[in-house]
């Protein structure tokens, strides 16, 4: 017989209802009536034991030479009627053969009793020991305590208490009633409730209805939750899969297509694919950047602007291979790459990669320019040395005039060959960034007085001074030796460009978080088209001048660098004739 699906929810809850009820209420009335039973057990062994200590008291207060199973027999039914009124219940008091001697019920056939098994049990115990019986006579539950009463170790009777539990039978009466009653209430409720509920659960056979003319318009993510084994839970479960792996399906692609995205659009070239019939289907945001397009759009009008991509694309179609070549396009210097989308024998179109060399091209071009300086000024001391050395070894040393220039032009252009190889190790050290600077708080006014005082003995020698403005500073978190040489190389290039007699002036003033060194000369100056190339490697404004006071071209390169690393700033202010100021601008500890 099959339900359908309303039925079987309804009965389902109704079922719930009724097993939740009956396990409830077996152990409510199970806890109850155990506690019960146990609290008035704990009683009845006390009551065992006073019964105990009663009886014995009476058959030793009875005085007579009879033994104690007789006097507990003569005086049975007085000490029953005395513990009944003690303890409030019935006792029944039985000698060593389990014959009952006595009952404070004064009855003398206890027919309303059933008596029997605890007694044997009783009679076969220990001192101390007891034994109760669970018993429903007549309607009634009572409990049967029995205990053996020893006097001078000797077994005289049994004592025996029947406690009545009507009141315990009460309760559960009523506890029956209640959940009865709940159970009653419960079912109504259930009911109503399952039938609202139940017209609620079949929506998803209308929401089955919705997503397959959804599902026919095009929309696969359509799921439905329905987990019965009916009819409606298997066309669910079914329409479900459909639905899932359709969209499963969907989802890879899509996934796949991101995944392709974010690779393209990750690569550092620019890439831009297009059809059999030219026409862009995949580009990413570097090949706009790289051919400057605003809106960043890649089309066919754009290509054919770009006279040296229409070559490549002509020459890949017809010629069917890999090309490269590298041309100049709105100041920047391109390589391109460009060959046949193939899937096996069929030619899908023409992938173009666009790489910016520009920068590579500078750092090539500078680098050969590095080598150019370098080898340049090495050759010229090193010219001079060899000159002067083959001198001596052709004229010999009887001429000591000869002897003593030569010797001195080699010592000052070997020094010169030292110092220019010093200053590359520093310019050298200084650009990479694994060198660690050894930061500690500097005093500038100290390291500054300290610098002048040495830079005025070298002034003195062109008849030139240096003036310093001293001002409190704070301290300032740098490498002392570091910056002692970037005042020195500046002071030492102050005084090469300065005539004799002109002042240097030195000013150091604090702005906010910062501290700015001034180094001003009235020397000859610097034209304004070279002044942001004198902190390049080897430039001079005045290479003869320069070459003749001992300079090497690196001093101002390697100031720069120590500046930048303590994270300040260099400028510089010239004019023709007038002299230059070189600003150095260092933040506060």
């Not at 500046?490 to 978080?513: C, R």
């Amino acid at each position: 017989m099959k339900f359908n699906f309303r039925t079987k929810f309804i009965l389902a809850n109704l079922i719930v209802v009724f097993i939740t009820m009956i396990i409830l209420a077996i152990f409510v009335i199970q806890g109850i009536m155990y506690y019960n039973f146990k609290t008035n057990q704990d009683q009845l062994i006390k009551m065992g034991s006073e019964a105990q200590v009663y009886i014995t008291q009476e058959i030793k207060a009875a005085g007579s030479s009879a033994s104690n199973s007789t006097i507990f027999t003569s005086r049975a039914l007085t000490i029953s009627e005395d513990l009944a009124k003690i303890n409030n219940l019935r006792v029944l008091l039985f000698d060593t053969d389990g014959v009952m001697v006595a009952d404070s019920a004064n009855v003398d056939i206890s027919d309303d009793i059933k008596y029997g098994k605890e007694i044997e049990i009783a009679l076969g115990l220990e001192a101390g020991k007891s034994v109760a019986v669970y018993k429903r006579v007549d309607s009634v539950t009572s409990i049967y305590y029995a205990m053996p009463v020893f006097v001078d170790n000797e077994m005289v009777g049994v004592v025996s208490f029947i406690k009545s539990l009507e009141f315990t039978d009460a309760i559960v009466m009523q506890i029956l009633l209640l959940f009865l009653g709940a159970s009653i209430i419960g079912f109504i409720t259930i009911f109503k409730f399952s039938s609202y509920l139940s017209g609620k659960i079949l929506q998803p056979v209308r929401d089955l209805a919705d997503s397959t003319k959804r599902l026919s318009e095009g929309s696969f993510s359509e799921l439905l939750h329905y987990d019965v084994n009916d009819e409606i839970g298997d066309l669910t479960r079914n329409f479900n899969k459909m639905s899932h792996n359709i969209n499963d399906k969907l989802n890879l692609i899509e996934n796949e297509k991101q995944k392709f995205s974010s690779i393209i659009a990750s690569i550092n070239d620019g890439v831009i694919a297009l059809d059999s019939d030219l026409k862009t289907f995949v580009s990413n945001s570097k090949a706009s950047e790289i051919l400057g397009l605003e809106n960043g759009k890649i089309n066919t009008e754009t290509m054919e602007d770009i006279p040296e991509l229409v070559d490549m694309i002509d020459f890949v179609f017809r010629e069917r291979k890999d090309i490269s070549k590298q041309f100049d396009y709105k100041g920047k210097q391109l390589y391109v790459f460009a060959n046949l989308i193939m899937n096996k024998d069929t030619q899908l179109g023409i992938l173009l990669v666009l790489r910016d060399i520009t920068k590579i091209k500078e750092l090539e071009d500078q680098q050969r320019l590095f080598i150019s300086s370098v080898s340049h000024e090495l050759r010229t001391p090193l010219t001079t040395i060899i000159g002067y050395t083959d001198l001596l070894l052709r004229r010999g040393t009887e001429n000591k005039e000869l002897v003593t220039k030569s010797l001195a032009t080699i010592n000052t252009e070997g020094k010169r060959l030292l110092r220019l190889v010093s200053d590359l190790l520093d310019l050298s050290k200084y650009a990479n960034a694994q060198f660690q600077m050894i930061m500690a708080d500097v005093d500038l006014n100290h390291l500054l007085e300290e610098v002048i005082s040495q830079m005025k003995m070298k002034g003195s020698k062109f008849n030139l001074d240096i003036f310093y403005n001293r001002t409190e500073l704070p301290l300032i978190k740098g490498d002392y030796d570091r910056l002692k040489q970037v005042f020195i190389n500046i002071l030492d290039n102050a005084i090469k460009y300065s005539n004799p007699g002109d002042i240097i002036k030195v000013i150091a003033t604090q702005n906010e978080k910062h501290v700015e060194i001034s180094i001003r000369d009235h020397g000859s100056g610097i034209p304004d088209d070279v002044k942001d190339r004198i902190f390049d490697p080897f430039y001079r404004v005045d290479e003869d001048r320069s070459r003749d006071m001992g300079g090497t071209g690196l001093g101002l390169a390697i100031v720069k660098d120590i500046v930048e690393r303590h994270g300040g700033s260099i400028t510089v202010e010239s004019q023709i004739n007038e002299g230059t100021m070189i600003s150095i601008d260092l933040p506060v500890t």
